[in-house]
């Protein structure tokens, strides 16, 4: 059997003054045919067939039901759903299963609390096809990745200014879209986290006596986040900075203002009580 040119050969010389018999001929033949065959084989590429898109995203989508434990606890593999869907990006790269593969790979992300992996993806899907049908889900679930990793009042808030920055351009891009609707109900809870960590650092700076950089913050909740439950509190606060900076007149209208519009408030009941005491 000959090998194609470039493949390996082997060639058996016997030295002229040994004689072989026939048996010891064969078996010296049938090493050389052995190594040839053995040296064809070697530059044999052995490719794996890649199933088609279909069955892949088929595959991936089984794997995401997963299976129950003991008839009860849910078990995803998620990262081999992710294999099935990446298998379709690296091999079919433009068929009607690429984008969606792209947001599966992103769902099942975020399925596994894998935050920052599922928010590279919506938003890579967001930017490169604004025009999609799912752009707005992108952007939406974009903005739950961000909510998703935001600490505490006390803490840095950027994921909060994130997760409004997504939800900004997902209702000015899309104002009719039902993901909208449920945006337009998340911005409400953002704004009021940062409401709520701007009036703690106003807080830290009033109780250090710092009343001009607490007075800076107070305004801000008012004018930056008004009507999410802070005014009364931020309203009274600032009044109690103004006194504090000999400017008696406009902490008594603040007072005031508590008292008439937030009567029911503990701000109003500490308002009244300062406004006897000016009296």
Request: net charge negative; glycine share 4%; aromatic share 10%.
């Amino acid at each position: 059997m000959a090998c194609a040119p470039g493949d390996p050969t082997v060639s058996l010389i016997a030295p002229s003054r040994i004689r072989t018999n026939r048996p010891a001929r064969a078996l010296l033949l049938a090493a050389a045919t052995s190594l040839v065959l053995a040296g064809c084989a070697s530059d044999t590429a052995v490719f794996e067939e890649i199933p088609p898109a279909e069955e892949l995203y088929a595959d991936g989508l089984e794997i995401l039901k997963g299976r129950k434990i003991l008839g009860i606890f849910p078990n995803v593999n998620y990262d081999a759903a992710i294999e099935k869907f990446q298998a379709i990006i690296d091999n079919y790269p433009y068929s009607e299963y690429e984008e969606r593969a792209q947001l599966k790979i992103a769902d099942a992300y975020f399925e596994d609390d894998r935050f920052e992996e599922a928010l590279s993806y919506y938003q890579d899907f967001a930017d490169l096809h604004p025009q999609h049908p799912k752009n707005a889900y992108a952007l939406l679930r974009a903005a739950q990745c961000h909510y998703n990793q935001i600490e505490s009042v006390d803490r840095d808030q950027s994921a909060t200014f994130e997760a409004t920055t997504a939800l900004e351009k997902l209702i000015r891009n899309h104002p009719y879209a039902p993901e909208t609707r449920e945006g337009e109900e998340m911005m409400v809870a953002l704004r009021t986290r940062l409401a709520q960590n701007m009036l703690h650092i106003a807080d830290f700076y009033l109780d250090r006596t710092h009343w001009q950089s607490a007075a800076t913050r107070y305004r801000r909740v008012l004018d930056e986040y008004p009507g999410l439950g802070m005014d009364a509190k931020a309203l009274y606060r600032l009044g109690v900075c103004l006194e504090n900076m000999r400017r008696e007149d406009e902490a008594l209208r603040l007072y005031h203002v508590v008292v008439e519009n937030y009567a029911e408030t503990s701000s109003a009941r500490r308002a009244r009580a300062r406004i006897a005491r000016a009296d």
